[in-house]
């Protein structure tokens, strides 16, 4: 993290949240809307949760984003399942244009997943980090978001099981599991709080476990098992479409045998004021 943060921005603040009907962008929305902001939600089915305006529009049109930008002040950016260089490389290139047309105060861009250090050739991490630069690069002021693993993957059908958890990971990479609850605040606090403009912020929650930690956490006795890749991808196809799945495997089998992938910027959560949620508790609920 580059820099620290200084006390909440006030006055007028006008949110799009690009995404806003898919899990990451509708936590983000319902957090900003959970406490009384204007936020625009910026989808193609218009399919977003509750107080959240709907403007539908396509992020491949570059007129429609430029309309979502209108009047916004503060923007949130997911991309979707999507690697196609070119296309996500025109996504940003709309997004970016609509942000300057509009003069956004801050752009929080969720890269959805963590990066690698150096080049990997695996397209999910490489378009993230072209868009991440791009976006810093842009004047834009932004600060870039990278998630670990969400804490909602392991309600995937198949994860958990009896007495089992399923997962295409190792037993011994340790993840710091993160709840898109906490992801809303987190991007919230990116949005809002002062200094944070340039900086690029390794999330993670407040548990860091292993399979076999995270799996005792499911319950007595319960086994973690390194699921095979190529069936998680085939099970993920289902859901997502083929070339997602692939898109998705690619990632899993990249991180396969590197342990500290994961680890999160340290301090980072109190210094965005986050109370995050242990581990424990969001598998309770
Ligand atoms: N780290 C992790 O554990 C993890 C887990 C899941 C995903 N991810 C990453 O997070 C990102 C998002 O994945 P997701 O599963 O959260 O996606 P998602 O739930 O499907 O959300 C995608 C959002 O983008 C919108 N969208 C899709 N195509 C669009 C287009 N052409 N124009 C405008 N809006 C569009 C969708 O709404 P409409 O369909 O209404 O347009 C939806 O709101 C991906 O990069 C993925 O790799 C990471």
């Known amino acids: 993290m580059e820099s620290i943060a200084g006390p909440r921005k006030t006055g007028a603040m006008r949110f799009l949240v690009i995404g806003a009907s898919g899990a990451q962008g509708g936590a983000v929305a319902r957090h900003l809307t959970e406490r009384g902001h204007d936020v625009r939600g910026f989808s193609r089915t218009g399919d977003v949760p509750a107080r959240v305006r709907p403007f539908r529009g396509d992020l491949g049109d570059a007129a429609r984003v430029k309309e979502a930008f209108d009047g916004v002040t503060h923007a949130s950016v997911t991309l979707p399942l999507v690697y196609d260089p070119a296309t996500v490389s025109a996504h940003v290139r709309h997004v970016i244009d ?12 969720n890269t959805g997943n963590r990066l690698p250090e150096a080049e990997s050739g695996v397209a999910a991490f ?9 976006l810093l690069s842009s004047g834009v002021p932004t600060v870039v978001l990278r998630p670990p693993l969400y804490a909602e993957n392991l309600r995937a ?25 906490d992801l809303g605040a987190a991007t919230a606090a990116a949005l809002t709080l002062d200094g944070l403009e340039g900086a690029t912020l390794d999330l993670g929650g407040p548990d860091t476990v292993t399979g076999p930690e995270l799996a005792a ?15 998680f991808e085939s099970g993920l196809a289902h859901a997502v479409g083929a ?29 965005l004021g986050l109370r995050l949620t242990p581990l424990r ?5």
């Open 217 to 231: 956490m499911f319950g007595p006795g319960v086994r973690y098992e390194e699921q095979d890749v190529a069936a």
């Open 281 to 285: 508790d969001w598998i309770a609920t």
């Open 243 to 271: 070339e997602a799945a692939a898109g998705v495997a690619a990632t899993y089998r990249w991180i396969g045998g590197r342990r500290g992938f994961f680890t999160p910027s340290p301090g980072l959560a109190e210094r």
């Open 98 to 109: 609509g942000a300057l047309a509009a003069g956004v105060r801050r752009l929080a861009f």
């Open 157 to 181: 059908p198949g994860v958990a099981g009896p007495g089992v958890l399923r997962y295409p990971l190792p037993a011994d990479v340790a993840v710091p599991w993160l709840t898109h609850a």
């Open 126 to 134: 490489e378009t993230r980090r072209r868009a991440a630069a791009a």
